[in-house]
């Protein structure tokens, strides 16, 4: 695969943000994010972020009130214990933001805005500080009301994804190809690891270590003290995050406009995949989803499909537009946030049948 794979989901990622500044309109066309508490959904589009009641589709409230161009938001909302949703402007005004997800209001006097670049990637929160990556390649401390705390950490490179934890090192991804894993209380590396390819998606925590996909159509397995090697090769690029259920380990790749990506299934014990035929219509950007003894799929093509655990494929539809983000569960529900379509939500029964669709009013 050649870089033009790359420039066309960094164009479609960023590039339609910047067009939309200037629209005003409440639906844009951006890679939404997605999150739930399971009583709301909430979606990240453009210019607002909306709290959506997952059992009604509707509407609850809405951040900001009005269209502010230095404000966008396509990142994933991140629920806090205490009840805070926070989330990064990919704007020229760089906030990063705390709500109160009950009402939509802001929690802090005033947001951080003490990065240089775009907030893209969902911040980590362990304990009672919160680490977020930014574009400009530094990791910020903050704590739960918005301060910082320590010195910010460079890593280099755009930083994408959310970090994850094993409870005593971080490790978080880089597009310049690199993994860094830092000690949690002292901030210091431990080591980076070159991956040979960028990697857009968040690391997975196993045991002993984390699972990470990259554009080196490849996934490695990486030990806390700096190990790694590849596990599985892919044939194309990774861009989602792994999902690990139980031995198993899950993911897929690009794949190419007129091929589509793969879905794969690797046997963690005996390091055998489980099928290897699996390609839904279209290339596949966001990570699977597991519910039970199913695997749900969205691709680029707008398929929203379900597997089980042999491959097969239980049920498919199409819900409209382009699928680059995730699906989540939502109680009872399947939530799907396209690109490009007629709207912002939607919730599938686990059945695949349509509950609602949610448009945003002007």
Known sequence: MNTKRLTLFILLALGALFLSAC???????????LATDGERAY????????????????????????????????ATPVLTEDGQLLIGSE??????????????KENWSAPFTGAKGKWVAPPLVFGDTIYAPNTDGFLYILNMNG????????LGGALWSAPVTDGTLIYITSLDHQVHILNLTTLTFVDSIDLGGAAPGS???????????????????ITPNGGHEVIAQTD????????????????????????????????????RQNWD????????????????????IVTENGAFLALDRDGRIVWEKTPGGKIYTAPVLSGEFLLVAPYQAEFALAAYDL?????WTFTPQK
């Open 351 to 355: 059945d695949g049948k349509q509950a």
């Open 43 to 74: 979606v990240s589009s453009g210019s607002f972020i909306y709290a959506v009641d997952v059992q009604t589709g509707r509407e609850v409230w809405r951040y900001p009130a009005e269209a502010d161009s230095k404000q966008l938001f396509f």
């Open 236 to 271: 194309h690029w990774v861009w989602g995050a792994p999902v690990l259920d139980g031995e198993t380990l899950y993911f897929a790749d690009l794949g190419y406009a007129d091929v589509g990506g793969k879905v794969y299934s690797l046997d963690l014990a005996t390091n």
């Open 147 to 154: 301060r910082e705390i320590a010195d910010p950490v460079e």
């Open 277 to 296: 035929n699996v390609r839904p219509d279209g290339p596949i950007v966001a990570s699977p989803l597991i519910v039970d003894e199913q695997i749900y």
């Open 91 to 104: 704007g020229s005004n760089h906030a990063f933001v705390s709500l109160d997800a009950e009402t939509g």
């Open 23 to 33: 629209s005003g309109q409440p639906l844009v066309n951006t890679w939404p994010g």
């Open 203 to 221: 690391p997975t925590v196993g045991a002993g270590g984390v699972f990470v996909g990259s554009f080196a159509s490849a996934i490695e397995f």
